[in-house]
């Protein structure tokens, strides 16, 4: 029996195309790859956005095909989120521009591949100063304006540090921090009206974090074996994104959802898989119950 492979969904096809009219996102790392994605599929559904980043050429380039692709309008800020008088001017800006923030995603990540005995202190730092301590910088700048839209935060973290994932020490570290300060914002501020959620990225193919973290004949093969039968799209990352930001999450706060195809959960033992649950019979003799 073939596994069924699940289809890859544009979220233009699932959810009303002005769920957000008249709101602002503002996203830290949305010149590029997935928070791209994720602003591109806000801006579908109504939103203006302003995306932030370090490279101007890159984050300008951006904005305009952004904004020319989607009809909406999109601000480029150049930004490090290490630097919380930058964040300051982007929000700045943004408020001049659009006079409200609504949605806030917590995007600027680094990574690279290194183990703990090769990695320097300033390594180590640099990671968790972008991913950690980026995120409760972006967090602070912005949390007035979303104070009052009562409006929304989603956090991209990973799966990588629910297990020990080899030379991923920084990374794996910074994120559970993240995940951590998206807990204790939900509850703090759910009283004044503002969620704030995690997506945390399963494997997802084409973007700069799988060129960094994989071997390009996929002889790592430790994207084999997703559940849903191939690996991530960043499409899926922006439908889970609607989701959250959109009214049919009203109550979702605190959370952390991975968009991974189910492959945090697969511990295959010692069977094939799929091939096992597809044909029980293939494992016969393994199995004492009747099949
Ligand atoms: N292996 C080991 N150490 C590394 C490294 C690698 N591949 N890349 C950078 N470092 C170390 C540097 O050696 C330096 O430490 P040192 O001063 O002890 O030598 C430290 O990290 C800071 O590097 P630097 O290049 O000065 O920092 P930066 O702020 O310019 O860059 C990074 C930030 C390191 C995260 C860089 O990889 C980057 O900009 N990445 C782009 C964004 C990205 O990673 N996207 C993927 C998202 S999944």
Redesign the pocket.
Known sequence: MKAYVSPIVDSTTVFKNDIFKGKVLFCTGGGS?ICKAMTEAVMRHGANATIVGRKLDRLTASAEELARTTGRQCLAAQADVRDPKQLHEAVANTIAKYARIDFVICGA??????PIS??????FR??VE?DAIGTYNTIKATLPYVRESKGSYIHVSATLHYRGTPYQVHVSAAKAAVDATSAVLAVEEGPRGVRSNVIAPGPISGT??AD?LTTKDGSGGGWANIPVGRTGDVKDIANATIFLFSDAASFITGQVLPVDGGSEHLRPLGLPYPQSVLDPESVKGMIKSRL
């Open positions: 790859g990540a680094g990574n690279f591949l290194a090769g990695l320097s202190e300033n390594g640099t990671v972008i700069e974090g960094r």
